[in-house]
């Protein structure tokens, strides 16, 4: 099992950036591949980007292609989300998650994944 505690949320001005990061407890991070959703008030949470166990592969949605960058350190049990060019509607709570089985794709839906943390709110002012 592991545990993931998100932080480095914040208030930005639209088009500045913010770096969240995830830290997961235990001694087999590197088992896992990472991933980060997103959630709206009443809303699912939406996938935003994921990265395999060594960091070699990533997997982004549409809507932060170009803009978001997911990174992970394994010695620091670690994964990052650098945030750019900001825009109002990035304003929600970001959740990072870990899986640890997966086929040949990277999860990028929320059942896939077994582990997630408490989330940490960003909000981008206009």
């Known amino acids: 099992q592991v545990q993931l505690v998100e932080s480095g949320g914040g208030l930005v001005q639209a088009g500045g950036s913010l770096r969240l990061s995830c830290a997961a407890s235990?001694?087999?991070?590197?088992?896992?591949?990472m991933g980060w959703f997103r959630q709206a008030p009443g809303m699912e949470h939406e996938f935003v980007a994921a990265?395999?166990?060594?960091?070699?592969?990533?997997y982004y949605t549409d809507s932060v292609e170009g803009r978001f960058t997911i990174s992970r350190d394994n010695a620091q049990n670690t994964v990052y989300l650098q945030m750019n060019s900001l825009k109002a509607e990035d304003t929600v709570v970001y959740y990072c998650?870990?899986?640890?089985?997966?086929?040949?794709?990277?999860?990028?839906?929320?059942?896939?994944?077994?582990?997630w943390g408490q989330g940490a709110q960003v909000t981008v002012s206009s």
């Open positions: 998650a870990a899986v640890t089985q997966y086929r040949n794709y990277l999860p990028h839906l929320e059942y896939e994944y077994d582990y």
């Open positions: 235990g001694r087999t991070f590197s088992s896992y591949a």
């Open positions: 990265i395999s166990r060594s960091g070699g592969d990533t």
